[in-house]
């Protein structure tokens, strides 16, 4: 079955620090993959995808995420972390049954920033 | 403009009572969502539309009937409501599968 893990629930980093957010896959096709993320009280939005190409990928707000098949992984990294950042990280990936798609999403990563 | 947008953000309602929650689409996409996020963040999809057409339905309790007027809106009706429905619904939608969704900014529900 597709999952998504997030072996991190929760993460502290101070401002300025570089981070890293796990996050691994089950799928048996190439994947869709997806970082979004949530400050509270909001909606997610979209920080970055990857279906194909590039394995390292760009995204909003300074974050990239590099794809690794042999590891079934897309980790999220920034290299400085501002306080803005604390929010909740979601990994996610699409899933396709009878021609039709769904997001699966991870737990979720809490990003707590120290000043 | 608001891309997606959902109302009412928040909805305190005691059990047993019957309510909606409205969601509407200004980007023109064709499939539309329902997500329940619970108290541990954890989100799981319940429907999707295409087109008006119910194309998932998971394992969602049948007190919860989305209806989909129209390709631009879709609605989630919650009857017999009980406290384990307590979270946060999130509507989503999307044109391609490649695209991601994009999501509107929940909706509250407090069953006490």
């Known amino acids: 079955a597709q999952s998504v893990t997030q072996p991190d629930i929760h993460i502290t980093v101070s401002e300025g620090a570089s981070l890293e957010l796990r996050c691994n896959y089950s799928?048996?096709?190439?994947?869709?993959l997806f970082w979004y993320v949530q400050s509270p009280g909001q909606g997610l939005q979209l920080l970055l995808k990857?279906?194909?190409?590039?394995?390292l990928v760009q995204g909003i707000k300074g974050f990239e995420a590099e794809f690794k098949r042999s590891q079934s992984s897309f980790n999220l990294r920034k290299p400085s972390v501002h306080w803005s950042d604390a929010a909740e990280y979601f990994c996610?990936?699409?899933?396709?049954?009878?021609?039709?798609?769904?997001?699966?999403f991870g737990a979720g990563t809490r990003l707590a920033v120290h000043p | 403009d608001t891309a997606v947008s959902q109302t009412p953000k928040y909805l305190v309602t005691q059990m047993g009572n019957d309510k909606s929650i409205k969601c509407e689409q200004n980007?023109?996409?064709?499939?539309m969502y329902w997500y329940k996020q619970d108290s541990k963040k954890f989100l799981k999809i319940m429907f999707s539309?295409?087109?008006?057409?119910?194309?998932i339905n998971e394992t969602v309790p049948n007190r919860f009937s989305p209806k989909s007027p129209d390709k631009a809106h879709l609605n989630l009706h919650i009857n017999s409501l009980e406290l384990g429905d307590s979270a946060v619904y999130f509507c989503?939608?999307?044109?391609?599968?490649?695209?991601?969704?994009?999501f509107g900014s929940g909706t509250r529900l407090t069953v006490v």
């Open positions: 989503a939608s999307s044109i391609t599968s490649q695209q991601g969704y994009t």
């Open positions: 799928y048996g096709a190439t994947p869709y």
């Open positions: 990857y279906f194909s190409g590039d394995t």
């Open positions: 996610a990936v699409a899933t396709f049954s009878g021609g039709y798609n769904k997001l699966i």
């Open positions: 980007l023109g996409h064709d499939t």
């Open positions: 539309y295409n087109n008006k057409e119910l194309i």
